[in-house]
């Protein structure tokens, strides 16, 4: 059974940091792009970052620069650095991974969200 599991949120003043970790772990035969999205009270969930096994990145215009985002592959994690953070941050953030399981003797591709993680950011 292939979960995906995220740690490190929490609540952090204005201006401080945080790194969230998302860790993988079932029958996987592997793990094409991760990522990390965020959803707001009353917004729509939202990308933040996002990586391909190779270690192409994509940002949202809104953590560029202040946020980064690394992987490793040997051990199925993926993190996410957040600087400078603003109570606009603020939400629950969610990994995600396309992972390609062992399952009956076959591989299936499929897309795995985390439980998410809250971060609040106080002004």
């Known amino acids: 059974q292939v979960q995906v599991v995220e740690s490190g949120g929490g609540l952090v003043q204005a201006g401080g940091s945080l790194r969230l970790s998302c860790a993988a772990s079932g029958s996987i035969f592997s793990i094409g792009a991760m990522g990390w999205y965020r959803q707001a009270p009353g917004k729509q969930r939202e990308l933040v970052a996002s990586i391909t096994r190779g270690g192409t990145t994509t940002y949202a215009d809104s953590v560029k620069g202040r946020s980064t985002i690394s992987r490793d592959n040997a051990k199925n994690t993926v993190d996410l650095q957040m600087n400078s953070l603003q109570p606009e941050d603020t939400a629950v953030y969610y990994c995600?991974?396309?992972?390609?399981?062992?399952?009956?003797?076959?591989?299936?591709?499929?897309?795995?969200w985390g439980q998410g993680t809250q971060v609040t950011v106080s002004s």
């Open positions: 995600n991974a396309d992972i390609t399981d062992i399952t009956g003797g076959t591989t299936v591709r499929r897309t795995y």
